[in-house]
């Protein structure tokens, strides 16, 4: 099993920045690959972002193309999201995700290929 620990949620004004964190613990040798996603009252679940463990390939939703940034520091067990000119619509839980499936591209965009889910951190961005 892998424990997952978010951190670094807020309330920041619109064209502002945060930066979340995610702690993972546990069987963290086998993760392959790492990912936030986000749910706004009344929505879905949506992916944000992903990074492969071992390469660090990165993906990402085009809402926040450009704008948002992950990365992961391996000798931490750590992943990031650099969130930049936040947005309103950006106002969401965002939860951290890891997975220790075989590496499928397509799969890093789908919250059912993670196995593992933090408890989420409130982002909220206001106008």
């Known amino acids: 099993q892998v424990q997952l620990i978010e951190s670094g949620g807020g309330l920041v004004q619109a064209g502002g920045s945060l930066r979340l964190s995610c702690v993972a613990s546990?069987?963290?040798?086998?993760?392959?690959?790492m990912g936030w996603f986000r749910q706004a009252p009344g929505k879905e679940r949506e992916f944000v972002a992903a990074?492969?463990?071992?390469?660090?390939?990165?993906y990402y939703a085009d809402s926040v193309k450009g704008r948002f940034t992950i990365s992961r520091d391996n000798a931490r067990n750590t992943v990031y999201l650099q969130m930049n000119s936040l947005k309103p619509e950006d106002t969401a839980v965002y939860y951290c995700?890891?997975?220790?499936?075989?590496?499928?591209?397509?799969?890093?965009?789908?919250?059912?290929?993670?196995?593992?889910w933090g408890q989420g951190t409130q982002v909220t961005i206001s106008s």
């Open positions: 546990g069987r963290t040798f086998s993760v392959t690959f």
């Open positions: 995700a890891g997975s220790s499936r075989i590496l499928q591209i397509s799969h890093v965009y789908s919250a059912y290929a993670y196995d593992y």
């Open positions: 990074i492969t463990w071992n390469a660090g390939n990165t």
